[in-house]
């Protein structure tokens, strides 16, 4: 068996919490939706987003280990949970990315595992860059409780390509902003050109130093990225190191959030 480059990490077991719930335990997640080959022969088969998401096991990788995202410890780690959208097929063929759907983060690989999280982001048709029907997403625990939101925001940035929203808790508090400025570095990434789209997370404070990051990994310009797999994301979440159970889920409904509205193919919906 060949040996593991320098630098990536081994498959580490699954979590010891109870339903692998607390992700205080991780310093970050990979998550890589599941490919569905039918969709690209059928587009009218708008099936329902599935995504796989493992520990990072600390993993901070260079550039040349993004590049070979397909060789990296993705392909190693356990999965810790399952990722599976809930959604009406009329939505998904009519509003395509717009749509309306509750995601369920199960423990587990198993689809239909015990669920630990629940995102519903309800219909919304942003318009005036967000300043009207702003894009948002609800966080939920196991138990129903509601956690806390991510909202769109609208800002004066907004108009020069800067895009950023809200992550606030149950009571409506920010707790931290996430930002993406889609020029520059951004502009052709995640590709063949720019394998990374780098997203930041702020505190609540908006210090310009990031607490944490999301990217958008491009699996690579080989067979793998050119052909049916460069049409399913691939990210990797970083959390800020104070961030709590609570937050670092609304950070993933915020990722969530952000690849229907920027990254989710509106053809055909992978």
């Given amino acids: 068996m060949a040996a593991i480059p320098t630098g990536i990490p081994v498959a580490q077991p699954l979590l010891s919490g109870p339903n692998h719930q607390d ?30 998401i493992k520990n990072d096991s600390g ?4 550039a ?6 397909e060789d990296s410890p993705y392909s190693q780690q356990p999965v810790q949970w399952f990722a599976k959208e809930e ?3 009329c939505c998904r063929i009519c509003l395509q990315k717009h749509r309306e759907f509750e995601m369920f983060i199960r423990a587990g690989e198993a689809e239909e595992g015990p669920h630990v999280y629940k995102f519903h982001r309800p ?23 509601h956690i806390g939101s991510v909202t769109e925001e609208c800002r004066a940035s907004t108009c020069c ?3 950023w929203w ?4 149950a009571s409506g508090s920010t707790q931290y902003y996430i930002n993406d400025a889609l020029c520059g570095s951004n502009c052709c990434a995640p590709s063949c050109c720019c394998a990374v789209h780098n997203i930041s997370i702020m505190d609540a404070q908006e210090n310009p130093t990031p607490e944490g990051y999301i990217r958008n990994i491009f699996p690579g310009c080989n ?14 979440l970083k959390f800020p190191k104070t961030a709590d159970d609570k937050q670092r889920a609304l950070l993933l409904a915020g990722l969530f959030l952000i690849e229907y509205m920027i990254f989710e193919k509106e053809d055909n919906n992978n």
């Fill in 223 to 236: 067979c793998k990225g050119l052909a049916g797999q460069g049409m399913r994301d691939s990210y990797h």
């Fill in 161 to 163: 390509g800067s895009l």
């Fill in 59 to 62: 993993w901070n990788p260079t």
């Fill in 123 to 145: 219909f919304r048709w942003a318009c005036c860059m967000g300043k009207f029907c702003p894009n948002e997403i609800n966080a939920y625990d196991a138990n129903e409780n």
């Fill in 87 to 89: 959604s009406d097929l």
């Fill in 166 to 169: 809200n992550v606030k808790d």
């Fill in 64 to 69: 040349d280990e993004i590049k070979s995202w």
């Fill in 23 to 52: 992700m205080t335990e991780v310093d970050g997640i990979l998550m890589q939706q599941k490919f569905d080959l039918q969709e690209i022969f059928c587009p009218a088969c708008q099936k329902r987003n599935r995504y796989k």
